[in-house]
């Protein structure tokens, strides 16, 4: 396990726990490595913090044989299970409670190229309205995410978008798909009214052809204030996008997410 640490960053004293309990039980977390890949990472629910990320740390190293397989370098190996981070920190380094995201990155279906992430994706949800996208259900996608932890700067998206492009047509030229797709609070049709035009948030959801948005408020709620209170006027104003926010939903105003779509084409 301790190669992978060379490309995962953790905590230094969670780190000597990980390991602590790996050598005490590799046959276990071993095992339950692979039957997270054979039968689902659901089974990693009954365990404790440490003992996910154990596994998950595991499973990572069985993804980097993947990625040196195909010649994909380190660097966006890294960068992908830096999110491996990002969540044990949002545990306070007590090891893992999100690994069912996690299993996307250690299952080589989700990548970070530069700012965003992308992950392969059927569009077999049946919620969507279909009749406002470019796209039929079942078709092939490229979903759009953006990790937490760094400033949603337009270049830098723009610039991650085009190396995604050469990316899978790349590493994966049997995989065809016309658009990219996300569905975020960031893409909210709404989000111009009670935000900075110049606001990075509001330059991001250029990019896309926003599709369609709906006023369920969960996610930017979470977001924007990290906790639901009952009272809207209790939520706090920390940072100007909070006291924006708050403004305007005590002025009626609703929270919500949106669907976007961008062309391939337009990268090509």
């Known amino acids: 396990m301790d190669l992978i640490f060379d490309y995962i960053n953790i905590d230094e004293n969670l780190k000597n726990r990980v390991c602590t309990l790996y050598s005490k039980s590799?046959?276990?977390i071993n095992t339950l490595a692979d039957n997270c890949f054979g039968k689902g990472f659901g089974i990693l629910n009954s365990y404790d913090d440490?003992?996910?990320?154990?596994?998950i740390l595991q499973c990572a190293e069985a993804a980097k044989e993947k990625y040196d397989a195909l010649g994909i370098n380190g660097k966006i190996f890294a960068d992908t299970m830096s999110d491996i981070n990002i969540w044990c920190e949002n545990n306070g380094n007590k090891g893992l409670k999100n690994s069912n995201w996690l299993k996307n990155h250690v299952s080589f279906e989700l990548f970070k190229i530069g700012r965003l992430q992308y992950q392969f994706f059927r569009c077999t949800v049946k919620r969507l309205n279909y009749r406002h996208l470019p796209l039929n259900y079942g078709d092939n996608v490229i979903y759009v995410h953006i990790p937490q932890g760094e400033k949603l700067i337009y270049s830098e998206c723009v610039n991650s978008l085009k190396d995604a492009v050469v990316f899978f047509e790349k590493y994966f030229p049997q995989y065809h798909y016309d658009f990219f797709f996300s569905e975020s609070w960031l893409l909210y049709g709404e989000n111009w009214r009670f935000m900075e035009p110049s606001s990075n948030i509001l330059q991001f959801?250029?990019?896309?052809?926003?599709?369609?948005?709906?006023?369920?408020?969960?996610?930017?709620?979470?977001?924007?204030?990290g906790k639901r209170k009952l009272l809207k006027k209790n939520y706090p104003e920390n940072t100007s996008l909070q006291k924006s926010a708050k403004k305007f939903m005590l002025d009626g105003g609703k929270l919500g997410a949106g669907i976007g779509i961008i062309a391939k084409s337009f990268f090509i």
Do not use: G, H
């Open 50 to 55: 440490l003992t996910r990320l154990a596994v």
């Open 26 to 28: 590799s046959a276990k």
């Open 205 to 225: 959801a250029s990019l896309f052809d926003i599709a369609y948005s709906y006023p369920v408020d969960a996610q930017a709620v979470e977001r924007i204030f």
